[in-house]
């Protein structure tokens, strides 16, 4: 499960560097419109990278790196995430890094 602890190490590293918009660092109330925008862009940029990665457009060493999630026999939820590092970088990270950026919510809806 190599993409939970990427992603949890990554945000920190961003989060403690200052790469994340200004509005990230802000507290505030939920902004429940910013919140369906995020959803939206991250679902729709990981999914456009995992066409990608599918269709062998993104390189054969991301599609190897992809092609342990497709291992397990019976995938249970946790199975979403077992990727290599690569693959979790490129489809999980990268996309939710460029939506927080696109979308520019506050520190509330960003960490929900």
């Known amino acids: ?9 990554t945000l920190g590293l961003v989060w ?7 509005g990230a660092y802000v507290h505030g109330p939920l902004q429940a419109l910013r919140l369906g925008l995020l959803v939206l862009t991250t679902d729709l940029l990981q999914g456009s990278v995992h066409c990608a990665t599918h269709r062998g457009w993104l390189g054969r060493r991301l599609q190897t790196s992809h092609a342990l999630h497709h291992t397990a026999r ?7 995430f077992y990727t290599g590092p690569l693959d979790a970088f490129v489809q999980l990270l990268l996309p939710l890094y460029v939506a927080i950026c696109c979308v520019g919510a506050n ?4 960490l929900l």
């Open 107 to 110: 520190r509330t809806t960003t």
């Open 16 to 22: 403690y560097t200052g790469l994340l918009p200004g």
């Open 74 to 80: 019976s995938p249970s939820a946790k199975d979403a």
């Open 1 to 9: 499960m190599q993409g939970v602890p990427m992603l949890l190490c």
